[in-house]
Nanobody, 123 residues
């Protein structure tokens, strides 16, 4: 089974920066896509940014120009650099990944979520 471990959340004042990291572990062959979602209190979970293994990135309009996603395919790790943070960015951020793994018998594809990390931006 593929597992995701997130790090880097915390509290920051408006205008500040944080960097989130997420590493996938397990019998991974390749993660075709990794990304970040967030969920604020009383709101639905929304896509923040995603990146494919070939480096194609996608961003929510609300974070374009402020957030940058990057990856290290060799380490199955994705980072989210968040700059110019605003109070509206306060949420629990979840890492997601779609990874191909070898079970010892066959290949399988897992879609997994991290446990979430809190980001709080104070104004």
């Amino acid at each position: 089974q593929v597992q995701l471990v997130e790090s880097g959340g915390g509290s920051v004042q408006a205008g500040g920066s944080l960097k989130l990291s997420c590493t996938a572990s397990g019998p991974i062959v390749r993660c075709s896509q990794m990304g970040w979602y967030r969920q604020a209190p009383g709101k639905e979970r929304e896509l923040v940014s995603s990146i494919t293994s070939d480096g194609t990135a996608d961003y929510a309009d609300s974070v374009k120009g402020r957030f940058t996603i990057s990856q290290d395919n060799a380490k199955n790790t994705v980072h989210l650099q968040m700059n110019s943070l605003q109070s509206e960015d306060t949420a629990v951020y979840y890492c997601s990944a779609e990874c191909k793994r070898w079970s010892g018998i066959k290949y399988s594809r897992d879609s997994v979520w991290g446990q979430g990390t809190q980001v709080t931006v104070s104004s």
